[in-house]
């Protein structure tokens, strides 16, 4: 069984920056596509930032040069550096599968941007 540890939430204010990890256990991530999702309060689930197995990235379009997908693999752990802050970004930040079928998710961890 495959469990996901994120960490590294907090209260920033806008301008500010947060790096989250994401920590696995029970399967290597290096061998998974793997994304960030966020969900804000009322909205559904979306993806924000995904590295593949070979290291090609992609972001979503509201977070395209502000924040940085990573994986170290040593580590078996996701990161996701997240600058210039916005209050939009304010959500539940989770990490899974890219794609396939999804893992158990996380606990997640909650990020507030204050304006």
């Known amino acids: 069984q495959v469990q996901l540890v994120e960490s590294g939430g907090g209260l920033v204010q806008a301008g500010g920056s947060l790096r989250l990890s994401c920590a696995a256990s029970?399967?290597?991530?290096?061998?998974?596509?793997m994304a960030w999702f966020r969900q804000a309060p009322g909205k559904q689930r979306e993806s924000v930032a995904v590295?593949?197995?070979?290291?090609?990235?992609r972001y979503a379009d509201s977070v395209k040069g502000r924040f940085t997908i990573s994986r170290d693999n040593a580590k078996n752990t996701v990161y996701l550096q997240m600058n210039a802050m916005k209050p939009e970004d304010t959500a539940v930040y989770y990490c899974?599968?890219?794609?396939?079928?999804?893992?158990?998710w996380g606990q997640g961890t909650q990020v507030t941007v204050s304006s």
């Open positions: 590295i593949s197995s070979s290291g090609t990235i």
């Open positions: 029970g399967s290597t991530l290096s061998i998974n596509p």
């Open positions: 899974n599968r890219a794609s396939g079928l999804f893992w158990a």
